[in-house]
């Protein structure tokens, strides 16, 4: 096995944003405590799923923290940087809804507003009766986790939801689901009239302050983006496919995602529709066991045990319908936020994890350039996080 690289930056004046009032913060672990925690984490997994690279990020108190491991290609040796583009897979939805929650602080659409009054082409269909909020939340009423292969693609994809039939009443079952999501975000596009990539290049990410974030890697850029691997260690990137921006297409770094989870820790910042947006992205709108789900987001109440994150992060929850207990009114962020929350994505060659828990005000980031199994992000995660936070 190779030795893995370490890089440790520490800036202690990359945010402007402050810490808002109510916030309970944990007291601040030295820098080597810190550095400890990661290595014992996230050495043994790499060797262990024979990951080439993982940039980890981690903001403490506003601080943040980068440790970069291995290399971003196997073929060019090119070593892991805060600044390595990575493929984050289904955290993307996270950035599909903030937008989608945007255009409904911006006056564009309604939560609760039918997907074919916003858009006619689906009028007729099943779409009469399903709402802009039940795609968001995965409760349209059975959409698959992917695309049927032969309806993968952008000129097809309207067709098939045209004909798509419910499996459940809308709204009764979460059935998680990149058409699912893709369409809430295609929809929250439409209402803004213009393209979601141009939204998201334009708008979302430039107001966010994310500038080394992308739906397509820019030719500038290219030499930064990792190789990703499959299971099996052959070279692999993300390939189009039908709502493939809004459900799992953006390209980041640890440094840019880093900044993304102090946006959504400390909002305060940023402009007010912005703020409205993020709030709406961390309400809580129905529960399935521990997990609350917000849009994109999925919430616990903090601390929270391994097993129990582990089971809101399984394959049984990504793979099968669950019941839903929706809540009434829906419920916002608690302040302080004794919450954490979280999002995995995966590729075919990428798996990275996203957490944060405002009241502590810590966060991570993972990003590796292989699709490892959820359940190891989940325990890198959780054993640094209550190391952090204690």
Known sequence: ????????????????LFLGAGYCVAATPTDPQIETAVKNAVVPVMQQQHIAGMAIAITVNGKPHYFNYGVASKETGTVVTQDTLFEIGSVSKTFTATLAAYAQ????????????????????????????LQLG??????????????????????????????????????????????LFGYLAAHSMGQPFEALMEKTLLPKLGLQHTFLKVP??????????????????????????????????????LLRYVEANMKPTGLEAPMQQAIAATHTGYYTVGDMTQGLGWERYTYPIALDKLLAGNSSQMA??????????????????????????????????YVAYVPSKDIGIVILANKNYPNPERIK?????LSTLSQ
Request: aromatic share 10%; charged share 15%; hydrophobic share 35%.
């Open 1 to 16: 096995m190779q030795n893995f690289r370490l890089s440790k930056v520490l800036s202690y004046s990359a945010f402007s």
């Open 105 to 132: 602080a911006s006056g564009k659409l309604s939560l609760s507003d039918k997907a074919s009054h916003l858009l006619p082409a689906l009028r007729g269909s099943a779409f009469d009766n399903i709402s802009v």
């Open 137 to 182: 939340t995965y409760t349209a009423g059975g959409l698959p986790l992917q695309f049927p292969s032969d309806a993968d693609a952008p000129d097809k994809m309207l067709g098939y939801f045209k004909q798509w039939k419910p499996v459940y009443a809308a709204g009764s079952h979460r059935q998680y689901s990149n058409p699912s999501l893709g």
């Open 219 to 256: 030719p500038t850029q290219m030499a930064l983006y990792a190789q990703g691997y499959s299971k099996d260690d052959k070279p692999v990137r993300v390939e189009p496919g039908a709502l493939d921006s809004e459900a799992y297409g953006v390209k980041t770094s640890a440094s840019d």
């Open 319 to 352: 793979m099968e319908a669950h019941k839903v207990q929706w809540l009434n009114p829906p419920q916002p962020q608690p302040q302080p936020a004794n919450a954490l929350f979280n999002k995995t994505g995966s590729t075919g060659g990428f798996g990275a």
């Open 380 to 384: 890198i995660a959780h054993s640094i």
